[in-house]
């Protein structure tokens, strides 16, 4: 079994923002043909599928192409004050991935690469936790989105999370069968003080 993790940040209220991390789950043996399904939505010059940039006919039409693809998601989702301290709300929902990732036996994880330098800070933020218990088994890659379709999954989970907020249920109610675990993240489930690398 293998992840692919994709992210948000949405501000919900002037008062309150959510940082949302999504890990869609498919077996080993199934990622190439899921990659060539999922390459059949691209229209022509486009690169990868990005739910923010599609119109609403395109986001059904991508709704319902993963949900017949039928991934397991797992969603984690803190909400909090609003506050610019977003890679923190990030550390937390990657924690709370691993963590499930390794009670499931899923050990490893595709992220969405940034930079460089946000990049190394995933990989030690990684050897941190699992210096406090987190499995070691377990390894993170970065892929950039054009490259790998299988991120698409993820962002159109959480396209949909965001769309459902903003009172648009439809795409949501549609993967809701794909929705293994759906949940908020609690405090830093390491053993030791902090979750910082």
Same mark, same amino acid.
């Given at each position: 079994?293998?992840?692919?993790?994709?992210?948000?940040?949405?501000?919900?209220?002037?008062?309150?923002?959510?940082?949302?991390?999504?890990?869609? /789950?498919?077996?080993?043996?199934?990622?190439?043909?899921?990659? *060539?399904?999922?390459?059949?939505?691209? !229209?022509? =010059? %486009?690169?990868?599928?990005?739910?923010?940039?599609?119109?609403?006919?395109?986001?059904?039409?991508?709704?319902?192409?993963?949900?017949?693809?039928?991934?397991?998601?797992?969603?984690?989702?803190?909400?909090?004050?609003?506050?610019?301290?977003?890679?923190?709300?990030?550390?937390?929902?990657?924690?709370?991935?691993?963590?499930?990732?390794?009670?499931?036996?899923?050990?490893?994880?595709? /992220?969405?690469?940034?930079?460089?330098?946000?990049?190394?800070? *995933?990989?030690?933020?990684?050897?941190? !936790?699992? =210096? %406090?218990?987190?499995?070691?088994?377990?390894?993170?890659?970065?892929?950039?989105?054009?490259?790998?379709?299988?991120?698409?999954?993820?962002?159109?989970?959480?396209?949909?999370?965001?769309?459902?907020?903003?009172?648009?249920?439809?795409?949501?109610?549609?993967?809701?069968?794909?929705?293994?675990?759906?949940?908020?993240?609690?405090?830093?489930?390491?053993?030791?003080?902090?979750?910082?690398?």
């Amino acid at each position: 079994m293998r992840a692919f993790v994709d992210e948000s940040s949405t501000v919900r209220t002037p008062e309150r923002q959510e940082y949302l991390v999504c890990a869609a /789950l498919l077996q080993a043996d199934e990622c190439d043909a899921v990659r *060539d399904e999922l390459k059949k939505l691209l !229209l022509p =010059g %486009q690169i990868k599928l990005h739910w923010s940039d599609e119109s609403d006919r395109r986001k059904r039409k991508i709704v319902a192409a993963v949900s017949s693809l039928h991934p397991m998601n797992v969603v984690v989702r803190p909400l909090d004050v609003r506050t610019r301290r977003i890679e923190r709300y990030r550390r937390k929902c990657l924690e709370a991935v691993y963590y499930e990732m390794s009670e499931m036996d899923v050990n490893d994880l595709i /992220l969405e690469t940034r930079t460089p330098t946000q990049d190394g800070q *995933d990989r030690a933020h990684i050897v941190a !936790l699992q =210096g %406090q218990g987190l499995d070691r088994s377990l390894r993170i890659q970065h892929q950039r989105g054009g490259d790998e379709p299988l991120l698409w999954i993820p962002d159109a989970v959480l396209g949909a999370i965001n769309a459902d907020a903003r009172g648009e249920a439809r795409h949501l109610e549609e993967l809701a069968d794909t929705l293994l675990i759906h949940k908020h993240t609690a405090d830093s489930l390491a053993t030791g003080e902090s979750e910082r690398p």
